[in-house]
């Protein structure tokens, strides 16, 4: 299990979110190359870049950024989503390092193209989840897709999928604490491994997860953190020695 940090791109800036809206962004860096190489530095084993202009826009919108956040991570791997909704655009961040693409949107609106994507390049492709009130929400959060979360990946259990992305967007960004008993819910109704997301705040929510998927194990790949390492409410290293317990 991996603590992951997020970096989320608006505007060429490192910022973060509440509850996924833009208009309720705070900046915590200029430089996302430079947060990168601090997240790195910090022991990180993986890296969750979301393209938020990209998600909005219907295509990347900071590639050439990311490139070079790609660039300075070596050999950590990096995800990235926001914005891929063309089989073209996820091949091109696979070709320049990305380990794994995460579909959310084109996923959830053309479920054949999921399919057809997860086994050109299985295990690197990652279904991103993002619900409100259990209903996935697509197109940056902005639309209701009226689709059940849990139905959805259960639908999807017999894809190479590398996992999935799954975020309680009424949680995210608002260090309110992961919603444990969802994600769990949603992991062993599609049986493929989860990353939480979404009001990861302190080391007890770890052990919380930790302590939730016990009995399956193999269902948690770990969980991603943004604001809390930001405004210093988990620690990157004391969160990932919870998950190595």
């Not at 990096?78 to 995460?102: D, H, K, N, P, T």
């Not at 990652?126 to 959060?141: C, E, H, I, M």
Request: hydrophobic content about 45%; aromatic content about 4%.
């Amino acid at each position: 299990m991996i603590l992951i940090p997020a970096i989320d791109l608006k505007d060429g800036k490192c910022v973060r979110l509440r509850q996924g809206r833009m208009t309720e962004s705070t900046v915590f860096s200029d430089d996302p190359v430079a947060m990168a190489s601090h997240w790195k530095a910090q022991g990180g084993r993986r890296l969750h870049i979301v393209d938020l202009d990209g998600a909005f826009a219907g295509m990347p919108r900071n590639g050439d950024l990311i490139r070079e956040m790609v660039a300075e991570m070596g050999d950590i791997p990096v995800q990235v989503g926001g914005g891929i909704r063309s089989e073209e655009i996820a091949e091109r961040y696979l070709e320049m390092g990305v380990s794994a693409v995460i579909l959310g949107t084109r996923a959830v609106e053309d479920p054949d193209f999921l399919t057809a994507l997860a086994e050109r390049f299985p295990n690197r492709v990652l279904l991103g989840l993002d619900a409100r009130d259990g209903q996935v929400a697509t197109r940056g959060w902005d639309a209701d897709s009226g689709t059940d979360a849990i139905e959805f990946a259960k639908g999807c259990s017999a894809l190479p999928l590398a996992g999935i992305v799954y975020t309680d967007i009424q949680r995210d960004g608002m260090l309110t604490g992961v919603n444990v008993s969802a994600t769990l819910a949603l992991a062993t109704a599609a049986n493929l491994p989860v990353v939480a997301s979404g009001g990861v705040t302190k080391t007890e929510d770890l052990q919380a997860l930790r302590a939730a998927f016990e009995d399956n194990k193999g269902l948690l790949l770990g969980a991603i953190t943004g604001r809390a390492i930001y405004e210093g409410t988990l620690d990157l290293g004391e969160g990932q020695a919870v998950f190595d317990l």
